[in-house]
């Protein structure tokens, strides 16, 4: 196995499906020639060709509305929004289409075809490079939302993503772009769209998140260790088909539940995961089911997102509460 970090699995993934399927057409605003604003898609258009891998002109609406063409015609495009704030003009495509084009033409159309996009914040960006609007995408029936933690899975749930016959938006925690490496199959393998993962057993809380929140909530659970609280930890890797059983277990086994998230609170996949504890396992309930979301508000310019982020000081902090009520 190779060890790779986040970029370097997410291009080895693509690089592997362009191989065996001829049918895969990557493409974006400066995802040929530069390889895209953070390299994910570097040296892919030397090795696979202009036909395959190419620049956008820089107008997303398009990017996405083409691919929907491609998808029906057969192809299988993997196109990029250069950030996840910039997706807002495709909104139309993907909701209007993308999301509804296999019930439009009552199974006759299929679209499959994934968006990626580099997601979150605290790498003090600019204003829309720091957007976290899963929820959106998770609200929007007909696509399916995936957002890896590390870049084992991040590899294996993208292969699935591609070869997928449903729509998939692919958001990629850049803040954890290069801060993980890990050993990674260098082969073909895919992990399962829908399928959680408890990354660690516990027995006083259940905590819930995924993509770059993983890391900080690990770091409270280490605090937490400490004052002999045993937190089990989920990495939902999937928004939406969301998995319930795996939710629902954990909390019915510990009884309390934190769910951690970046993007604003209200409305969110907190409130979700929430409404699943609350119908599910209400009655194995020891505490009230808290959401630990981003501020209902825009993020913050640079000099003020450390205000705005979780550190890991503020995931403890909720973890103490819960486990005290």
Known sequence: MKVMNLVQAINNAIDLKLTDDKNIVVY?????VEGGVFRVT?????????????????????????????????LRPVVEMQFSGFVYPAMNQIVTHVARMHNRSRGKYKVPMVIRMPYGGNIKALELHSESMEALFGHTP???????????????LLISAIEDDDPVIFMEPKKIYRAIKQEVPEEMFKIEI????????????????????????????????QQNISVELIDLRTIYPIDKDTIINSVKKTGRLLIVNEGPTSFGVGAEVMAIANEEAFLHLEAPPTRLGGFDTVPPLPQGEHFYFHSPERIFYEIQKIVKF
């Open 28 to 32: 974006g605003e400066d995802v040929g």
């Open 194 to 225: 829908g399928k959680a993962r408890v990354l660690n057993e516990g027995t006083d809380l259940t905590a819930v998140t995924y993509g770059a929140m993983v890391r900080e909530t690990q770091r409270a659970m280490v605090m937490a260790k």
């Open 142 to 156: 007909g696509i399916k939302v995936v957002i890896p933690s590390t870049p084992y899975d991040a590899k294996g």
């Open 42 to 74: 570097a040296g892919l258009q030397k090795k696979h060709g202009e036909q395959r891998v190419f620049d956008s002109p820089l107008a997303e609406s398009a990017i996405v509305g083409t691919a929907v063409g491609m998808g029906v015609s057969g």
